[in-house]
């Protein structure tokens, strides 16, 4: 189904930059515009398991998401001279395949950065010919949740967090 005044009202979502909403208001106002079938298909991707995603997109990018983690499992074993066995997904994404060695080699909170860099591109690539309908919806939602999750972070949430991190440590400490 088209949903042309509903995604005309939604903001613009840029890569870095705070959405001006969040995924539980976007759902908010999905709920009033879309049908209950087109909800449960647009909120299927909380789901963790892959058989219960309604919208092909969902299958399309966890396919995706897969293949990244599979070259990177591979790669990483390599470097570490370990003989693990890793099955190859299904489907190969060789677009993205140059920036396998940088995610491999990578520090944990910046491999998820540029993992989400790449899965932000690819649904970018996903959405076209989708300008009006529920897959440009879920695609925004899933946007929506990328951003936000880096919305959230900020250095002075992260200072505090040290903060009592290192509190409870030399507690933890003290008490031994």
């Known amino acids: 189904m088209i949903y042309p005044f509903f995604c005309a009202s939604l903001p613009t979502l840029l890569?870095?930059?705070?959405?001006?909403?969040?995924?539980?208001?976007?759902?908010a106002s999905a709920r009033e515009y879309l049908s209950a079938a087109d909800f449960a298909a647009?909120?299927?991707?909380?789901?963790?398991?892959?058989?219960?995603?309604?919208?092909?997109?969902?299958?399309?990018?966890?396919?995706?998401?897969d293949y990244l983690k599979w070259k990177i499992a591979l790669l990483r074993s390599e470097r570490l001279k370990r003989s693990d066995r890793f099955t190859p997904p299904d489907e190969f994404f060789g677009e993205v395949d140059f920036a396998i060695p940088v995610l491999a080699a990578a520090e944990p909170v910046e491999r998820e950065k540029l993992l989400d860099a790449l899965i932000f591109q690819k649904l970018d690539e996903l959405e076209i010919f989708h300008e009006m309908d529920l897959t440009a919806l879920c695609i925004y939602r899933l946007k929506l949740g990328i951003l936000q999750k880096y919305a959230k972070w900020n250095e002075i949430n992260g200072k505090n967090n040290f903060e009592a991190a290192l509190e409870k440590l030399a507690a933890d400490f003290n008490e031994l």
């Not at 890569?15 to 759902?27: A, I, K, M």
């Open 42 to 65: 647009l909120i299927s991707i909380d789901s963790k398991n892959p058989a219960e995603y309604s919208v092909e997109i969902y299958r399309k990018l966890r396919e995706f998401q």
């Open 15 to 27: 890569p870095g930059v705070p959405p001006e909403l969040s995924v539980e208001d976007f759902d």
